[in-house]
């Protein structure tokens, strides 16, 4: 009865393994045979023509790029030092759970409510922008840098920090000089993980960057209305008119393959790491 149990609980794992695969498998095998075809050079480079009636997705490219450098800028500093004073510097306990508990929860969040709270707050200050949509984000991602770093700080030894207190560096030089470099991989893993869920948002942007497909450089585009890839992915899935659903897939095609392609940076880099710490 033992190894009919092990034989029949070792057979539901690898279903349940099986059909995860294959359900993973089947929606990026259609996503990317619908929207690959309709992928072209005049496509990614041109900007939409509503009098022409010609669909472009270079805005969008911008936009994108725009809202992910400007939300790393900010989240980057404000997560990693947040991390560093929660690990190595506070002294209440009690409050460092509270704060990490609270970090956990905003985590967890539907984005759709980060989205009415940035469209509240920044889109009142700002306007409808590419800047509050920023900000939206770093809001989102901070929760997330946080904790990867700060689990990733308290993989460091505590021997290597005795040991350079021990040769009479400072707090801030022990920090800088050996706490750090041994968890970057981890500040880089949250930093790549961060830009994957900036790069697929689309809830929290709908209510604070805007919908415009014009082109802008990156200080003018701040301040003004754009939509991203995957808000123009539902505004062009929602539109009616020629191109627009072809447009829509190769949209999705294209934020499966960053998707794709900063899941397996974000593996090789932890990977370098660690083969180097051995």
Not at 103 to 132: D, H, K, Q, R, W
Not at 157 to 178: D, H, M, N
Not at 193 to 198: A, K, N
Request: glycine fraction near 10%.
């Amino acid at each position: 009865m033992r190894k009919i149990k092990d034989i029949l609980r070792m057979g539901l794992m690898e279903l349940s393994a099986a059909l995860t695969c294959a359900l993973s498998m089947c929606i990026v095998g259609y996503v990317l045979l619908k929207g690959l075809p309709h992928l072209s050079w005049q496509l990614l480079t041109t900007a939409p023509s509503y009098l022409e009636d010609t669909v472009g997705i270079l805005p969008d490219i911008l936009n994108t790029l725009y809202i992910i450098v400007t939300a790393i800028a900010l989240v980057l500093p404000l997560g990693v030092g947040a991390a560093v004073y929660l690990n190595e510097y506070a002294q209440n306990k009690r409050l460092v759970e509270v704060i990490e508990y609270a970090a956990e929860t905003l985590s967890g969040i539907p984005s759709i409510i980060y989205g009415l709270v940035g469209m509240l707050v920044f889109s009142n200050l700002l306007g409808s922008c590419l800047l509050a949509g920023a900000l939206t984000l770093v809001v989102m991602n901070l929760p997330t840098v946080m904790r990867t770093t700060q689990e990733s700080l308290k993989t460091v030894p505590q021997s290597y920090r005795e040991g350079a207190f021990g040769l009479g560096a400072g707090k801030w030089r022990v920090i800088r000089t050996v706490v750090l470099p041994g968890c970057v991989d981890g500040v880089i893993t949250g930093c790549i993980l961060s830009v994957g869920r900036m790069v697929g948002e689309s809830a929290a942007l709908l209510y604070t960057a805007g919908f415009a497909h014009t082109l802008n450089g990156f200080f003018s585009g701040l301040g003004s209305s754009g939509a991203t890839l995957s808000v123009a992915l539902y505004v062009y899935a929602k539109e009616p008119g020629p191109g627009r659903q072809e447009a829509a897939f190769a949209i999705a095609a294209i934020l499966m393959l960053l998707t794709l392609a900063i899941d397996l940076l974000a593996a090789l880099v932890k990977r370098r790491f660690q083969r180097r710490l051995l």
